[in-house]
């Protein structure tokens, strides 16, 4: 959610799942603003400058340089665990507000801790007490991933996948490989993912982003992807799109934060409806909702009104992210039936 001031969205009345949220580029400026005047964090404490800082602006450059620049100041906000609880719960409270039933939020330990030098077990512990908590409190489910970067070291990426398989009994569900895809490979990653994947974590790679769709093969093929972030370049290699499609992988789309990064050149050009005809399994997701400054359901909209993609494929596609879901077995079904019966899909 970008802020208190997002107008509503005629599509927030449609039930919504996504799988793909990075809880630090979730964070409300209202909540950046607060933090930065308590803590006398070292950024401007007025609304609009503050937002250019970490808000992707109509002026940036459209590179993903620019966009993960943001995230750069985002780290200085991880001043105290009241802060890391604060941001958790608000990034439930914002999916619950869009109408979103199931999140599955992402974050990325190594990000949380840095400000303050916190462990990373209990930067960990922290948010999935409080993403758990919103939950109950917010009426909606919520799945936890944690994320490490490409552009960071392996070896903090094993701290952080050998904590999250400790933490797989309490809702913690994945391992994701995020960053800086075009200039970092994923080779360091490939023993750990697959160890991770053994013991249980469900893995979900960013790739075919700002790399090639070679990088999809990779995933799939090297970390043992079950779905990819973005993607969308896959469409660069028939044989590769063939893989995925075999495969039953699923893409984690992110229409807006593919504009905004340079994927693409133009919003109405977005390969989303391409995949979709290539029989893709394609989901519908915000990436970093307050970077781009948007909802899932504004996603939804520009799906349907600039992508032309119609209202019953969007409902199938909330029924393939709940399917897609990495919650256990059991708790998946129920979630399915109550979809498909809210949707008559
Ligand atoms: N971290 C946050 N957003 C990201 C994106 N779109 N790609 C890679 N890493 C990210
Ligand atoms: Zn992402």
Redesign the pocket.
């Known amino acids: 959610m970008a802020d208190d001031t997002t107008p509503l969205n005629k599509y927030i009345t449609l039930p919504k799942v996504e799988l793909h949220r990075?809880l630090?580029?979730s964070l409300r400026l209202s909540t950046m603003l607060d933090i930065a005047r308590k803590h006398g964090v070292t950024v401007p404490v007025s609304m609009l400058n503050l937002s250019g800082l970490v808000q992707v602006q109509d002026k940036d450059p459209l590179t993903f340089s620019n966009?993960?620049e943001k995230?750069k100041t985002l780290r200085l906000f991880y001043k105290s665990p009241d802060v890391i609880h604060r941001v958790t719960r608000e990034a439930v409270e914002d999916a619950a507000r869009d109408n979103v039933r199931y999140l599955e939020l992402r974050f990325t330990p190594v990000a949380l801790s840095r400000a303050e030098g916190f462990p990373l077990h209990d930067v960990m512990d922290w948010v999935i007490t409080s993403a758990g908590e919103a939950a109950k409190d917010f009426n909606i489910k919520v799945g936890l991933i944690a994320?490490v970067?490409r552009h960071e070291s392996p070896e903090l990426a094993e701290q952080v996948a050998w904590l999250a398989v400790e933490h797989q009994k309490r809702g913690l569900r994945g391992l994701d490989l995020?960053?800086n895809?075009a200039e970092f490979k994923s080779a360091p990653f490939h023993e750990i993912f697959k160890e991770a994947k053994g013991s249980g974590l469900r893995v979900t790679i960013?790739a075919g982003?700002?790399g090639p769709a070679e990088n999809v093969r990779d995933a799939i093929e090297n970390l043992g992807a079950e779905r990819i972030?973005?993607g969308v370049r896959v469409l660069e290699d028939e044989s590769i799109t063939a893989l995925a499609k075999e495969r039953g992988t699923t893409f984690e789309v992110?229409v807006t934060?593919n504009f905004q990064?340079g994927v693409v050149n133009e919003l109405e050009k977005h390969p989303l409806p391409r995949m979709l005809e290539k029989g893709l399994k394609v989901t519908i997701n915000t990436?970093?909702p307050s970077v781009s400054r948007i909802t899932l359901s504004n996603e939804v909209q520009l799906t349907h009104e600039k992508l032309n993609v119609s209202m019953d494929t969007l409902k199938k596609s909330v029924i393939l992210a709940a399917e897609s879901s990495f919650l256990p077995e059991a708790e998946k079904g129920e979630l399915v039936r109550s979809l498909k019966s809210e949707l008559a899909v």
Request: hydrophobic share 25%.
């Open positions: 990075h630090e580029g966009f993960l995230f994320s970067n995020a960053g895809e960013h982003e700002w972030g973005h992110c934060s990064s990436d970093d």
